[in-house]
């Protein structure tokens, strides 16, 4: 059985004119091939951004706040781009982004089985 992952930002709402302050919503949705079960995880997360600084909170409340050197102006935001600070704030313990990424897929699609 090939269970498919798909990611999307299913909302997003700014709230801040200097930099930007996000409220993004996100969705993880797992199908498993030629059949009708999925599995889902959502959330949201809220990103500040500046020139200088991204801002977000993990899903265990730690407060990440790293240089910005490739701050993208809001007009010129993508999904790419907000999912990979989804991915980010998805890390527990020593894991990177893709391996938080991968492990919510792993779990949905261990709850198609």
């Not at 959330?43 to 200088?52: E, I, R």
């Not at 600084?53 to 050197?69: A, C, I, R």
Request: glycine residues 6%; charged residues 15%.
């Amino acid at each position: 059985m090939t269970v498919t992952a798909n990611w999307s930002i299913t909302n997003m709402t700014q709230s801040s004119v200097e930099g930007y302050r996000l409220n993004i919503s996100w969705q993880c949705l797992a199908q498993s091939d030629g059949a009708s079960n999925t599995a889902t995880q959502s959330g949201s997360l809220d990103v500040n951004s500046t020139p200088t600084e991204l801002t977000y909170e993990k899903v265990d409340g730690v407060v990440v706040t790293q240089s910005n050197p490739d701050f993208v102006a809001y007009a010129l935001l993508s999904d790419d781009t907000m999912l990979s600070w989804v991915y980010g704030s998805l890390i527990e313990g020593d894991e990177t982004a893709e391996e938080a990424k991968s492990r919510v897929e792993a779990v949905l699609a261990a709850s198609l089985v």
